[in-house]
């Protein structure tokens, strides 16, 4: 693995999600593989799990992890090839990402998109600046489109609740849905399309993606899955709900009909094969998902920011693997 971008820089997703399994039972058992190297991880935009996960993560390979907050605590960077820089910008990544390169042996960056220009955003120019000009293995944190890591999270958490449930997993392949829910603001569509790609790729799973005219993903992520307007119809008999709020991708960045009918609730899960319910986090309460899903066993949303750590440190360990 050279670069961790999206579900096409990994060979064998099982295989991954059996690695990360595998660091969850046994988190120091490649204590070496990272002595000596170090982890860059730039934020351009707020996390707490991402960055928690990652830095645990590479200190249990052994590595050192600096983080860097550039947003708010670096010089403001340009992309823009042949940018005359006479606006706000102060650096260009031409100049920055090649230092960085020298700094770090791997470079892991989050970015999130403007909501304002499609093409730009689904460029994925920020992403593709860096891997031109650093030289290193770079790791998205969440890019302008995609959310690789938290995919991956997604698949091993759903892998390990079927182990948990061997007559589930035994008895059928189990139907995933990802479910659109309001919110008050306008969100990326990064966490559904990642998730949609890898669910696609992985195909174990009957895949139905649910949300409200308008809602539409980009095909280039959904091709293959099961698509309809009609939440209650796509809820029957799923073992896994996925919640997740989007802003329209046609006409972009957009928040159309916030039907607060769409928020699952206890109700709405009774038409389920007892779906276990999930999140990538942060999530609005009483918006998204209701205090009594959220409080309850059905939810897996803490052990799925928990194994953030495990898939973090599967992608590192594969690349520190692929590059020494
Ligand atoms: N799910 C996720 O990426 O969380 P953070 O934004 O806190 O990193």
Same mark, same amino acid.
């Given at each position: 693995?050279?670069?961790?971008?999206?579900?096409?820089?990994v060979?064998?997703?099982?295989?991954?999600? /059996?690695?990360?399994?595998?660091?969850?039972?046994?988190?120091?058992?490649?204590?070496?593989?990272?002595?000596?190297? $170090?982890?860059?991880c730039?934020?351009?935009?707020?996390?707490?799990?991402?960055r928690?996960s990652?830095?645990?993560? &590479?200190?249990n390979?052994?590595?050192?992890?600096?983080?860097?907050?550039?947003?708010?605590?670096?010089?403001?960077?340009?992309?823009?090839?042949?940018a005359?820089?006479?606006?706000?910008?102060?650096?260009?990544?031409?100049?920055?990402?090649?230092?960085m390169?020298?700094?770090?042996?791997?470079?892991?960056?989050?970015?999130?998109?403007?909501?304002?220009? $499609?093409?730009?955003?689904?460029?994925?120019?920020?992403?593709?600046?860096?891997? /031109?000009?650093?030289?290193?293995?770079?790791?998205?944190?969440?890019?302008?489109?995609?959310?690789?890591?938290?995919?991956?999270?997604?698949?091993?958490?759903?892998?390990?609740?079927?182990?948990?449930?061997?007559?589930k /997993?035994?008895?059928?392949?189990?139907?995933?849905?990802?479910?659109?829910?309001?919110?008050?603001?306008?969100?990326?569509?990064?966490?559904?399309?990642?998730?949609?790609?890898?669910?696609? &790729?992985?195909?174990?799973?009957?895949?139905?993606?649910?949300?409200?005219?308008?809602?539409?993903?980009?095909e280039?992520?959904?091709?293959? &899955?099961?698509?309809?307007?009609?939440?209650?119809?796509?809820?029957?008999?799923?073992?896994?709900?996925?919640? /997740?709020?989007?802003?329209?991708?046609?006409?972009?960045?957009?928040?159309?009909?916030?039907?607060?009918?769409?928020?699952?609730?206890?109700?709405?899960?009774?038409?389920?094969?007892?779906?276990?319910?999930?999140?990538?986090?942060?999530v $609005?309460?009483?918006?998204?998902?209701?205090?009594?899903?959220?409080?309850?066993?059905?939810?897996?949303v803490?052990?799925?920011?928990?194994?953030?750590?495990?898939?973090?440190?599967?992608?590192?360990?594969?690349?520190?693997?692929?590059?020494?």
């Amino acid at each position: 693995m050279k670069n961790f971008i999206s579900v096409n820089d990994v060979q064998d997703i099982n295989a991954l999600v /059996k690695k990360a399994m595998e660091y969850k039972i046994a988190p120091f058992k490649d204590k070496s593989a990272g002595a000596g190297k $170090r982890v860059g991880c730039l934020f351009l935009n707020p996390s707490m799990r991402t960055r928690l996960s990652t830095q645990i993560a &590479a200190q249990n390979l052994g590595m050192d992890a600096i983080v860097f907050n550039v947003g708010s605590e670096g010089w403001a960077l340009e992309f823009e090839e042949e940018a005359i820089m006479s606006g706000n910008t102060v650096e260009h990544v031409k100049d920055a990402a090649p230092i960085m390169g020298k700094y770090f042996d791997i470079l892991a960056i989050r970015t999130f998109p403007s909501l304002k220009n $499609r093409e730009d955003d689904y460029s994925e120019l920020y992403i593709r600046q860096f891997i /031109k000009y650093a030289g290193i293995p770079v790791v998205s944190l969440e890019s302008a489109t995609l959310h690789p890591l938290q995919s991956l999270t997604d698949i091993m958490t759903i892998t390990e609740s079927l182990e948990n449930n061997k007559q589930k /997993k035994i008895s059928h392949k189990p139907k995933v849905v990802l479910s659109w829910a309001p919110h008050v603001k306008a969100l990326p569509q990064c966490v559904a399309n990642s998730f949609s790609q890898w669910m696609n &790729a992985w195909g174990h799973a009957d895949f139905v993606i649910t949300h409200p005219e308008d809602y539409e993903l980009n095909e280039q992520f959904t091709k293959g &899955a099961t698509i309809t307007n009609n939440q209650d119809e796509a809820l029957k008999d799923a073992d896994f709900v996925y919640v /997740k709020n989007w802003s329209t991708y046609n006409d972009y960045g957009k928040i159309y009909c916030n039907d607060p009918d769409w928020m699952l609730t206890r109700d709405k899960l009774k038409l389920t094969h007892q779906a276990k319910v999930m999140h990538c986090l942060p999530v $609005r309460r009483n918006v998204e998902l209701s205090d009594e899903i959220l409080d309850s066993s059905d939810s897996l949303v803490t052990q799925e920011a928990a194994n953030r750590v495990w898939a973090a440190q599967a992608v590192l360990s594969e690349i520190l693997r692929s590059n020494s």
